[in-house]
């Protein structure tokens, strides 16, 4: 199992970004695929979760509005839209197999996200 996060960078607030992470090694479409993130001094923070065929959604209570999750199954690609950032969304953004950080298997290496101005 591979998970190769993307798309991470440096913003200004209010500015935005579009996560990616690729995976392999496993049958993608029949995985929930989830985004979290981690600061250093912090333990890792849920963000979103898409279902397997990208029905269903969820989101954390802070990033709701502002963030969307998106997957395409036939290029085993996840995506993370973030809009309206904030300084607090500073992290590094892990893709992970799973529902819920209890819940994942499978991490990336995660890429940062850096908002400040």
């Known amino acids: 199992v591979q998970l190769v996060e993307s798309g991470g960078g440096s913003v200004q607030p209010g500015e935005s970004l579009t996560l990616s992470c690729i995976a392999s090694?496993?049958?993608?479409?029949?995985?929930?695929m989830t985004w979290v993130r981690q600061v250093e001094v912090k333990g890792p923070e849920w963000v979103a979760t898409i279902s397997t065929g990208g029905d269903y959604t969820d989101y954390a209570a802070s990033v709701k509005g502002r963030f969307t999750i998106s997957r395409d199954n036939a290029k085993n690609t996840v995506y993370l839209n973030m809009n309206n950032l904030r300084p607090e969304d500073t992290a590094l953004y892990y893709c992970?197999?799973?529902?819920?950080?209890?819940?994942?298997?499978?991490w990336g290496q995660g890429t940062r996200v850096t908002v400040s101005s």
């Open positions: 992970a197999r799973g529902t819920t950080v209890q819940r994942t298997d499978y």
């Open positions: 090694g496993f049958d993608f479409s029949k995985y929930a």
